[in-house]
T-cell receptor
Framework: KQEVTQIPAALSVPEGENLVLNCSFT??????LQWFRQDPGKGLTSLLL?????REQTSGRLNASLDKSSGRSTLYIAASQPGDSATYLC?????????FGKGTTLSVSS | NAGVMQNPRHLVRRRGQEARLRCSPM?????VYWYRQLPEEGLKFMVY????????ESGMPKERFSAEFPKEGPSILRIQQVVRGDSAAYFC???????????????FGQGTRLTVV
């Protein structure tokens, strides 16, 4: 059974820091891995999708990597800003459904 | 190009009433997924539908919950005889194509927050 774990559960950093969020999954037979952002009381915004054949994807200040063999993905956020404060969710797709981690709640102080 | 639209955003029901949650997928998407987010829990898959067909309902509770995606109109998640434990945020997602590849990217709606009193 696929399980997704995100560490740390919460993270507080000052503005301007570069930071890394971690995601691990137990079964490497996945189609895709997707990173989302969720603001309090809001829906999910798709940030990046990495296909199983890819190693990384970049969008602006965000870079996500995927190592299928070790069951790990990282989301790198460069030059963090207060507007980046949110919960970041990692999800893997191995069939019909996305399997989600519980998220990392990020707080960036100015 | 409107995203995934869910309504209502907030829904309050008394125990024993029915709750109906609606979802219109992104334009051009014919694959719809429902997820539930319980307080302090992660998002859990409930059901996957295509037009007029339920493809995978492995995450749906066996009783009181049903879903449909008719040929015309939005997808509906229906909860009969609601109980306090049904209080949660219900999210709908859609994709262009399921499975592998960039076209499988899932886009989510804003969710419906159901409160059972």
């Amino acid at each position: 059974k696929q399980e997704v774990t995100q560490i740390p559960a919460a993270l507080s950093v000052p503005e301007g820091e570069n930071l890394v969020l971690n995601c691990s999954f137990t079964d490497s037979a996945i189609y895709n891995l997707q990173w989302f952002r969720q603001d309090p009381g809001k829906g999910l915004t798709s940030l990046l999708l990495i296909q199983s054949s890819q190693r990384e994807q970049t969008s602006g200040r965000l870079n996500a990597s995927l190592d299928k063999s070790s069951g790990r993905s990282t989301l790198y956020i460069a030059a963090s800003q207060p507007g980046d404060s949110a919960t970041y969710l990692c999800a893997v797709q191995a069939g019909t459904a996305l399997i989600f981690g519980k998220g990392t709640t990020l707080s960036v102080s100015s | 190009n409107a995203g995934v639209m869910q309504n209502p955003r907030h829904l309050v029901r008394r125990r024993g009433q029915e709750a109906r949650l609606r979802c219109s997928p992104m334009k051009g998407h014919s694959h719809v997924y429902w997820y539930r987010q319980l307080p302090e829990e992660g998002l859990k898959f409930m059901v996957y539908l295509q037009k007029e067909n339920i493809i995978d309902e492995s995450g749906m509770p066996k009783e009181r919950f049903s879903a449909e995606f008719p040929k015309e109109g939005p997808s509906i998640l229906r909860i009969q005889q609601v109980v306090r434990g049904d209080s949660a945020a219900y999210f709908c997602a859609s994709s262009l194509v399921p499975g592998q590849g960039a076209t499988a990217e899932a886009f989510f709606g804003q969710g419906t927050r159901l409160t059972v009193v």
